[in-house]
């Protein structure tokens, strides 16, 4: 090869090498400078330093103890040259012309190296488990088989498996190594083949088969531990059989393991092969007979011909144990009469519920925001959230969406490397709508929504641009030479411009960080574009999912984080979980972790990024633990500013876990519980044609015994393989009740209808059943929406919103409202008509007060819609109030009507 040849491989080599360390160097500045943006750098200091720290260590375990493996073979090697022969062996022939002690030594160091790093993977990830046994926070809670504190298998056992887990490696290793060069050049003394009595290779090789015994000892002691977590018998957690020939048969191989320990290293004195194999054999026969055979035979005739009598005390922790980490046994159990006795009175008194009842179901309400909200192509709305507003003195459910810009959805011409980065950079504003109205077309009250936004309710929105979201999925660039576009104006393809004026982003304010982030998001543009300026800020995981994750990825994060309108701002709220599987006797679901608890709250700033961890869960041991581990990460609930404490929600989808473990869990009886005689299921409903357990809901209501009417998410129970109603199951929201868990229960001597039944009753109703089948054809279909069940007084009443769509309209109307109570079920037009069908003229019938106020500014095309709805609904009350006789509330929605008239007569002229 020629010296110009040899050059160009070295220079390939370089650059390859350049590239790989500016790529990862890249990615790490990159994280650095974002950590430092947001403000979370100690956690990433904390982060690489506990990683980076484990890692050195266990590369410097493995590499010194092979280092002095290897060392002692020194003089067991038998490295005396040969006298010079015509032939000679493979042994002969290295040692002659290629070992010396000087080489030797180099390969020793090689080798030793070469095996740490090979070995090193095994702390991938391990950090946290190292600083959490660092840290560890009890449960105060002991299990009943060890008496350990929970703390311990949470937080101290995960750290011993991974010390057992290196020091069985590292003994195998160095064994298969020192081994390897004890067969090369000593196989004689090694394998016993040499008279004498004492064999260094024989005693080195011996010791380390005695340590790994030894650590096999220790093994089995962890392996007892686990059996509180064991899937074996009726129940999780330790059973008879685990107890009784298990844990015996881990406690005697630990002392098999021992005595073949002993037994090894004395051999490598005796040089009593026979020993050897006995210990060996009698190992593996000690191992069949009390892991494997011995739990087989107990379980076979001794459990399962007496399984409950054998099983009862370790069913009782299963039950008691599993209620506690799943946050069960604090459920506080009322009786619910479900009586048939409403009366017209009993529900003036419960106006607040009837006027929060969510007619509008999330999925075709998602379609409608889409048609009548979305103004332009490239927005989109993700998915809708519920929550509750206080307008003016009274509250209100609402249901709401982000507007959030999606690039994917952009003209094919508009998409250039300009637009997407520096122009159309974020979303504007949201949509919202009262839960429980519809206008006189079926379609939803906004009370919020259109560009630039407005607010029929008050509302007040002074930032309304969203650049940290769920649809925000690749970075932008602000402050660029051109303004960014904001948002669509009225006058055809005019719009507005703004200039990002928030806190988020890294500056691109030197050739040294476009270079950085050039090779971070491999975009040479980065580098080289003209309309970046000194004041360009470039904003980096912006899908608001990923940015937490990427600061706290030891928490799992709810599917469904919600938007919230706070001091006149945009945040979005997302719950975070803790949980683990390793708690004693509780039952795994399927997600495989035994314990949970939403022990943090989560809060990003749409426009500033901005996330801030808040605990409101104090009394979580692994919350505690991480609080620890990253001193000053989390802060108190008190911190959270009481305009954003006002919306937070129990997650549904924690009280949807907690619900499906309840359904047997509530049987704190073993008998019971053992023959699963009270076994519940989650109750269903119809969803399309499908039948589906009920996902949780929200709803404001006065729960039982309660003055106030409040926020609950709430959830039907039905016996197992039946579809009458046994319980349900309430999560509180507000105040200092949240969080607080209400199971009421139905009385046991008679049925209560369960959702599933009122959906029969629904499709077998001759009057009802008729009009759907009718409307669900000729070019149209009928849509579900979701069936509430809803506790008034001491009765329920059941709801069911009906909409209607056509099959080349994407925009489902919203047309009949079935309402259940008793044996009478009916189908009107409203909510307030149904009722009055129910329960007679005296039916408190009139909608729910307006908190709607006439729109004010120019009338455009991005207004008119809402002015038209709002206009629609002051007549459609007047004519209730006049068919009622009220003829002050009809004058007076007349007059309204009037002003609005007259108000966009003006306003068009303007």
């Known amino acids: 090869m020629s010296i110009l040849n040899r050059i160009r491989i070295i220079l390939l080599i370089i650059i390859f090498a350049g590239l790989g360390i500016a790529f990862l160097g890249s990615h790490f500045l990159a994280d650095w400078y974002w950590f430092g943006e947001v403000g979370y750098r100690q956690v990433l200091i904390t982060r690489l330093l506990s990683d980076w720290g484990l890692r050195l260590g266990v590369i410097s375990f493995f590499f010194l103890f092979f280092y002095l493996n290897l060392l002692f073979t020194y003089r067991g090697l038998n490295l005396t040259p040969s006298p010079a022969r015509e032939s000679w062996t493979l042994k002969e022939y290295l040692v002659d012309r290629f070992v010396t002690r000087r080489r030797l030594t180099i390969l020793y160091l090689l080798v030793s190296l070469i095996g740490a790093l090979l070995f090193s993977p095994l702390a991938a990830g391990k950090w946290l488990v190292v600083q959490q046994y660092l840290q560890a926070t009890n449960f105060g809670v002991s299990d009943p088989l060890f008496t350990k504190d929970v703390g311990f298998y949470v937080f101290k056992l995960p750290f011993y498996h991974f010390l057992y887990g290196m020091l069985v490696t590292a003994l195998v290793g160095a064994a298969l190594v020192t ?8 196989p004689g003394e090694l394998l016993g083949l040499r008279k004498g009595r004492f064999a260094r290779p024989q005693v080195h090789f011996s010791t380390l088969v005695a340590l790994f015994f030894l650590v096999q000892a220790w093994g089995f002691r962890l392996q007892a531990f686990d059996l509180v977590r064991s899937p074996r018998g009726v129940a999780f957690g330790a059973s008879y059989t685990d107890i009784h020939a298990l844990l015996p048969g881990y406690n005697i191989l630990a002392g098999v393991a021992v005595a073949c320990a002993l037994i090894i290293f004395l051999n490598a004195f005796r040089r009593n092969l026979k020993l050897v194999g006995i210990g060996v054999l009698a190992f593996i026969a000690a191992y069949a007979l009390l892991v494997v055979i011995l739990p087989l035979a107990v379980q076979k005739f001794q459990v399962e011909p007496n399984e409950f009598a054998r099983e009862e005390p370790y069913l009782r922790f299963n039950i008691d144990f599993t209620r506690r980490a799943y946050g069960l046994d604090k459920i506080t159990v009322r009786e619910f009469p479900a009586r048939d006795n409403l009366t017209p009175a009993d529900l003036e008194q419960e106006k607040i519920t009837l006027d929060n009842i969510r007619l509008w179901d999330y999925r075709p309400l998602q379609q409608t925001y889409s048609q009548l909200q979305e103004i332009r192509s490239y927005y989109s709305f993700k998915d809708i959230d519920v929550d509750r507003y206080t307008f003016g003195s009274s509250q209100r459910q609402v249901m709401l969406s982000a507007r959030e810009l999606d690039q994917d959805k952009l003209p094919d011409r508009a998409r250039t490397w300009i637009n997407e980065k520096m122009r159309y950079t974020h979303g504007y504003g949201l ?28 509302l007040q929105l002074n930032e309304p641009r969203i650049y940290y979201g769920e649809l925000t999925g690749d970075y932008v660039i602000t402050g660029g030479k051109a303004a960014e576009f904001d948002y669509p104006s009225s006058g055809g393809d005019n719009f507005v411009e703004t200039r990002y ?25 980065l580098l080289m574009s003209k309309e970046l ?22 928490l799992r994060y709810d599917a469904d984080p919600y938007l919230v309108v706070a001091g006149g701002r945009l945040y979005w ?29 989560v809060v990003i700033d749409a426009y500033n ?21 990253f001193p000053g990460l989390f802060k108190p609930l008190e911190a959270m500013p009481a305009e954003l404490r006002q919306h937070l929600r129990y997650p549904a989808e924690l009280l949807a876990i907690q619900a499906r473990m309840l359904a047997s869990y509530h049987m704190e009886n073993a008998m019971l519980f053992y023959n699963k005689e009270d076994a519940w299921s989650i109750a269903e409903e119809m969803v399309g044609d499908q039948r589906r357990a009920m996902e949780p809901y929200y709803t404001l209501l006065r729960l039982p015994g309660e003055q106030e009417a409040e926020y609950i998410l709430m959830l039907p129970f039905t016996p197992a393989r039946k579809v009458n109603m046994v319980a349900w199951l309430a999560a509180r929201n507000d105040g200092p009740h949240y969080g607080q868990l209400l199971l009421y229960t139905f009385p046991k001597n008679r049925s209560i209808y369960g959702p599933m039944q009122i959906e029969a009753r629904i499709d077998q109703e001759p009057a009802i059943s008729q009009q759907l089948t009718l409307w669900d054809q000729h070019g149209s279909r009928v849509i579900r929406g979701n069936l509430l069940v809803l506790p008034i007084k001491e009765a329920l009443l059941y709801v069911e919103p009906i909409f209607l769509q056509a099959q080349e309209s994407k925009l489902p109307e919203l047309r009949q409202v079935v309402v259940a109570y008793g044996e009478k079920i009916v189908m009107a037009d409203t909510l307030a008509g149904a009722l009055k069908a129910i329960f007679g003229d005296r039916a408190p019938v009139t909608p729910p007060p307006a908190i709607t106020a006439p729109p004010s500014g120019p009338l455009t095309t991005s207004n008119l819609a809402t002015s038209i709805q709002e206009a629609n609904r002051l007549y459609s009350e007047a004519q209730e109030k006049l068919k009622l006789g009220d003829w002050a509330g009809y004058g007076e929605n007349m007059k309204k009507l009037g002003q609005l008239l007259q108000e966009m007569q003006q306003n068009y002229r303007q």
Not at 501 to 525: C, P, S
Not at 610 to 622: A, E, R
């Open 179 to 186: 081994g390897f060069f004890y067969l090369l050049f000593n």
């Open 431 to 458: 949509a919202m709508n009262l839960a429980s109205t519809v206008t006189p077309g079926g379609q939803p009250e906004f009370i919020a929504g259109d560009l630039p936004f407005r607010s029929t309710a008050g």
């Open 501 to 525: 004026e928030g806190r988020g982003g890294v500056a691109l304010n030197n050739y040294w960080r476009r270079l950085i982030f050039a090779f971070r998001f491999n975009d040479y543009r």
């Open 533 to 554: 300026t000194p004041q360009s800020k470039i904003l980096y995981y912006r899908n608001i999912q990923e940015r937490v994750r990427k600061i706290m990825p030891y």
């Open 573 to 601: 709220l997302l719950d975070a979980y803790t949980l683990t599987s390793m708690y004693p006797y509780s039952e795994p679901v399927n997600e495989g972790f035994n314990y949970i608890r939403n022990a943090v709250k």
């Open 609 to 629: 990024g901005t996330v801030d961890y808040y605990i409101v869960d104090p009394g979580d041991p692994l919350s505690q633990t991480l609080g620890k581990i």
